[in-house]
C-alpha cells in the first residue's frame, strides 16, 4: 500500500505542475501581453481555464494531505525550515484565486477590474516561483537542523542559487505549458500570438534550465551526477530533449494536440528524471541525512486506509474529471449563457 | 505578543474566517438546488434568475473559502508542526476523505456554473446538489478532525509514545457526532438567517420585491427549522461535553466549585482570582439538570483539576452565554415565522418581522464564533486532550508575531472585498437578474 500512496503523491505533483500549472503560465502570459491584445488574451484564457480552474488546484491539497497523514516527518520539516517561503506561496495562492474569481463575478465591470488583474497577474508569477524555490531547496542540501541562528535555520535554508534558478525554471516552464494549451484554444486570427509565445517560453525555459545547472556547480549540487548517474533519470532526459526537438518542428503547424500531449511529456519527463534521481529519498539535509519516503512513512495501518481513502477516491473524482474535461472541449464555452 | 500567543491568534484569525466562508459555501448551494428544482417543476422563470444570482455568491464564496482552506492545511504544519508530526497519521483520515469530498465539489461547482442549457436540466440540477452534499460531507469531516483533539481516540500513549494507531477509530472518536450534528446546524441557521435577511432588507426597500419574497422564503425556511433543532444538538453536546471535558464545561458555565445540585449561571462576570460570578443569575439544580439529567447530581467544578490544566475561565464563559442567547433569540424568530407560515399569513406581509430577519443577519454567525471560541479556548492549555500542550505544538522559528500581522492584514482585505462584491452583486438584482418590470403583487 505505501507504494500506492507514493505514486498518489507523484500523480498529485505532476498534475499540480501540469494543469495548476499551466493556470499560472496563462497568467504570466497576461503578464507580458501587450496592452493592446490584453482583452483578447484575457477572453481566451478565461474559456480555457474557467470551469477547470478549482479541480486544476485541488491537486496541490491531495499532495499536501498525503504528506501529512502518510509522511509526518517530512511536512514538518518542511513547514518548519521553509517557513517563510511557504507563507508567501501561500499569499500567492490566496490572491490569485481570489482575484481570478473576483475578475468575473463582480457585477459591475469597472476600475476595480484593474486591481484584480494586477493582482492575478503579480500573484500568477510569484506562485510558481515559490513552488519551484521550496522544490529546489528541499533536494539541494542547504536544509541544517542543527543551525543556532535564524538566517541559517530559517533563511539560507531556501534562499540560495540554486532554489532561485529552480524558481525561476519552473516559471517558464508554467508559462510555456500555458501558451501550447492556449493555442489550441486561441481563435484562428490569435494563434499566431500563442505560438510565437510558446517559442520565446521556450527558450526562456532552456535558458533557465542552463541557469539551474550553473547554479548547481555553484551551490555545490550533484546535478549532473543526479541526471547521467543512471539509466532511468539519463533516458528521461534524452527524451525530453528528443520531445523538445519535435516540439519545435511542429509549432506553427497547427498541431493543437499533439503539441499539448508534446509539451506534458516534456515536463513530465523533465520531473521524472529529477524525482527519480534521488527517490526515495524527498528532503536532503545539509547533516547528510535523508528524509526518505520508504522510511519516515506513518504507522502500516495509516498508510493503509490512506491508500484506500486516495483508491476509493479516485474512482469517484477521476471519471468526472475526465467529464468535466470532456464537456468544456466540445465547443466553446461562450456559445453558451453563463 | 510572544511567539505562542502570536501562533495562536494567528490560528484563531484564519480559522475564524475560514468558518464563515465555509459555512455560506456549504449552505448556500442547498439554497440554490430549491430554488433550481422550483424552476423546472413550475417554470417560473423568477426561480431561474435567482438560482442564477445565489450561484455567483456561491461562486464567490467556494473561491474564497477553498484558498482559505489550502491555507489551513498549510498553517497546521507552520504553526503547529509538532502537533502535526504525532497528529497526523492518527487524524489524517478525515483529511484525505475531505479532500476527496472537495475535489468533487469543485469538479460539481463546474459542471454546475458553466452548464446552464449545456447538459440535460435535470443533470445539471444534479451537479449543484453534489455541489451541496460534498460541501457538507467535507465540513462534517473537518470538524471530526477538531473533535479528536478534545477526544483523542485511536491510539495508545505510552511513555510519549503514540502506539497501535488506528485511523478509524480516530476518525469516529466520541464527539465527532455531537460537533458534526452541533455545526451543520450552526451552518444551516447562520446562512439561513444572513441570507433571509438581506432579502428581506430589499423588500422592506421595496426593490424587486417578487424576486426577493421568493429568495427569502427559501432561505428563511431553512434557517428556521435549523435553529428550531439546534438546541436539541445543543443538549446532546453539553451532556457529552460533562462526561469526555468536564474542565470545558466548568469553564463554560464559570462552575468554580464541584457541589451537588450546581446552579446553572446565566450572564455574569467570572472573576478567576476570586473565584466567584458577579452579577449573574442563578437557577438552582438547573446546571446538575443540563449536564446530567438529573437535578441533585455533583458536577465537577474547576477546583477538581490543577491550576495549570484549568481553561480561560472569563473568555469561554462570555463565548458560551453570547452562542446561548443569540441561539434562543434566532430559534424564538423562528418560531414566529413558522407560526406566520403555518396559521397567521398576514404576519408574513408584515414589516416587523422582516425587521427583526434583518436584525438578525449577522447574528448567527457571531454564535458561530462564539461557540467555536467556547470548544477551542475550553480545551486550552490542551492542543490534543491531556495529551499535548499547545505550547508544546508550536513552531520553534520566531518572530511569528509578523506572520500574525500579515494573515491579518490579507484576511480583513480580502472580506472587504468579499462584502463589496456581494454589495455589487446585489445591487445589480434590478439590472441581472430581474429586468422584467414588476408585476403587482397578488393577494392570497
Redesign the interface.
Known amino acids: 500500500m505505501l507504494y500506492v500512496v507514493i505514486a498518489f503523491l507523484c500523480l498529485g505533483i505532476l498534475l499540480y505542475f501540469l494543469l495548476g500549472g499551466a493556470d499560472f503560465g496563462a497568467g504570466i502570459i497576461e503578464l507580458f501581453t501587450h496592452r493592446r491584445n490584453i482583452r483578447k488574451t484575457r477572453t481566451t484564457m478565461y474559456h480555457a481555464i ?3 480552474w ?2 486544476n ?2 491537486w ?3 499532495a ?3 504528506l ?3 509522511f ?2 517530512i ?6 525550515y521553509m ?1 517563510i517561503p ?2 508567501l ?3 500567492g ?2 490572491a490569485r ?2 482575484a ?3 475578475r468575473h ?4 465591470v469597472d476600475e476595480m477590474q484593474v486591481v484584480y488583474n494586477n493582482i492575478f497577474v503579480y500573484s500568477s508569477f510569484l506562485t510558481p516561483l515559490f513552488l519551484g524555490i521550496i522544490a529546489g531547496s528541499a533536494v539541494s542540501g542547504h536544509i541544517d537542523v542543527q543551525a543556532d541562528n ?1 538566517l541559517d ?2 533563511v539560507f535554508s531556501w534562499l540560495h542559487w540554486f532554489s532561485v534558478a529552480v524558481g525561476l525554471f519552473t516559471v517558464a516552464l508554467c508559462g510555456f505549458l500555458a501558451a501550447i494549451y492556449l493555442i489550441g484554444e486561441a481563435e484562428e486570427q490569435d494563434r499566431r500570438r500563442f505560438v510565437e509565445k510558446a517559442l520565446i517560453l521556450n527558450i526562456v525555459a532552456v535558458v533557465c534550465g542552463a541557469l539551474v545547472f550553473v547554479a548547481a556547480q555553484v551551490e555545490g549540487v550533484p546535478l549532473l551526477e543526479w541526471l547521467f548517474g543512471n539509466a532511468i533519470s539519463f533516458t528521461a532526459i534524452v527524451l525530453a530533449t528528443l520531445s523538445l526537438a519535435l516540439l519545435w518542428f511542429l509549432l506553427g503547424r497547427g498541431q493543437g494536440k499533439v503539441l499539448r500531449v508534446l509539451a506534458g511529456f516534456q515536463v513530465t519527463m523533465i520531473l521524472l528524471a529529477i524525482g527519480w534521481a534521488h527517490f526515495p529519498d524527498f528532503i536532503l539535509l545539509r547533516s547528510g541525512d535523508h528524509l526518505s519516503l520508504l522510511e519516515t512513512q ?2 502500516a ?2 498508510i493503509n ?2 491508500g484506500w ?2 483508491v ?2 479516485s474512482v ?2 477521476l471519471p ?2 475526465f467529464y ?1 474535461f470532456y ?2 472541449q466540445k465547443k466553446p ?1 461562450h456559445d ?3 | 505578543m510572544d511567539d505562542l500567543f502570536a501562533a495562536r491568534s494567528q490560528m484563531a484569525l484564519s480559522l475564524g474566517f475560514h468558518i464563515i466562508y465555509a459555512c455560506i459555501g456549504m449552505v448556500m448551494p442547498f439554497f440554490m438546488a430549491v430554488s433550481h428544482y422550483r424552476y423546472l417543476t413550475t417554470h417560473q422563470d423568477v426561480y431561474k434568475r435567482l438560482t442564477k444570482a445565489w450561484s ?1 455568491g456561491v ?2 464564496f ?3 473559502g ?6 489551513l ?6 504553526l503547529w ?2 502537533f ?3 497528529a ?3 487524524f ?2 478525515p ?6 469530498a ?3 465539489e ?6 454546475f ?7 440535460n436540466p435535470w443533470f445539471h440540477w444534479f451537479t449543484g446538489v453534489v455541489v451541496g452534499v460534498s460541501g457538507l460531507a467535507s465540513g462534517i469531516l473537518v470538524v471530526a478532525a477538531n473533535a479528536w483533539m478534545n477526544s483523542p481516540a485511536g491510539f495508545d500513549y505510552v511513555n510519549g509514545q503514540y502506539l497501535n ?4 477509530k480516530a476518525m469516529f472518536n466520541n464527539a465527532w457526532f455531537t460537533q458534526a450534528l452541533h455545526m451543520t446546524l450552526a451552518a444551516f441557521t447562520a446562512t439561513g438567517f444572513a441570507v433571509a435577511g438581506l432579502h428581506a432588507l430589499m423588500i422592506l426597500k421595496k426593490h424587486n420585491v417578487v424576486f426577493h419574497a421568493k429568495a427569502f422564503k427559501i432561505a428563511a425556511i431553512f434557517g428556521a427549522v435549523a435553529a428550531i433543532l439546534q438546541p436539541i444538538s445543543g443538549d446532546l453536546s453539553a451532556k457529552d461535553v460533562a462526561q469526555r471535558q468536564p474542565a470545558k464545561l466548568a469553564a463554560m458555565e464559570a462552575h468554580f466549585h464541584t457541589e451537588k445540585s450546581a446552579p446553572l449561571v446565566l450572564g455574569g462576570l467570572p472573576d478567576e482570582g476570586k473565584k466567584q460570578v458577579n452579577y449573574a443569575i442563578k437557577i438552582p439544580g438547573m446546571l446538575s439538570f443540563l449536564a446530567h439529567g438529573n437535578f441533585e447530581q455533583e458536577v465537577t467544578g474547576l477546583d477538581k483539576f490543577p491550576k495549570e490544566d484549568q481553561p480561560p475561565v472569563l473568555v469561554t464563559h462570555i463565548a458560551f452565554q453570547i452562542m446561548v442567547g443569540l441561539g434562543s433569540f434566532l430559534m424564538l424568530v423562528s418560531l414566529l415565522y413558522l407560526l406566520a407560515l403555518w396559521k397567521k399569513k398576514k404576519w408574513l406581509y408584515s414589516t416587523w418581522l422582516l425587521r427583526l430577519f434583518v436584525l438578525a443577519i449577522p447574528l448567527g454567525f457571531i454564535a458561530i464564533e462564539a461557540g467555536w471560541t467556547v470548544t477551542e479556548v475550553g480545551r486550552q492549555p490542551w492542543i490534543l486532550y491531556g495529551i499535548m500542550r499547545t505550547a508544546d505544538a508550536v ?5 511569528i508575531v509578523y ?1 500574525f500581522y ?1 494573515f491579518a492584514g ?1 484576511y480583513f482585505s ?1 472580506s472587504l ?1 468579499v462584502a463589496y ?1 456581494l454589495y ?2 446585489i ?2 438584482v434590478p439590472t ?1 437578474y430581474d429586468v422584467t418590470p414588476e408585476p403587482t403583487p397578488v393577494a392570497h
Do not use: C, N
Not at chain 1, 75 to 80: D, G, I, L, Q
Not at chain 2, 66 to 71: I, K, L, P, Q, R
Open positions: 474557467g470551469p477547470i478549482e479541480a488546484h485541488m496541490l491539497i491531495i499536501i494531505v498525503i501529512f497523514v502518510g509526518p516527518r511536512y514538518s520539516t518542511m513547514s518548519v517557513h511557504l507563507v506561496l501561500l499569499i495562492i490566496i484565486g481570489t481570478f474569481v473576483f463575478y463582480d457585477a459591475v535564524f535555520a530559517y506513518a504507522p495501518a495509516t486506509a490512506l481513502a486516495l476509493l477516491g469517484f473524482i468526472a474529471l468535466l464537456s468544456f464555452i453558451f449563457e453563463v | 455567483k461562486a464567490i467556494f473561491a474564497t477553498a484558498v482559505s482552506g489550502t491555507m492545511s498549510f498553517e497546521l504544519g507552520l508542526p509538532r502535526m508530526e504525532h497526523g497519521p492518527i489524517g483520515m483529511f484525505s476523505l475531505e479532500g476527496t472537495f475535489f468533487i469543485a469538479i460539481a461547482l463546474g459542471f456554473l458553466y452548464g446552464w442549457g449545456r447538459f494507531i488506528d485511523p478509524i513552531t520553534p522559528m520566531p518572530g506572520s500579515l490579507i480580502l472585498v462584491l455589487r452583486q445591487k445589480a441581472l
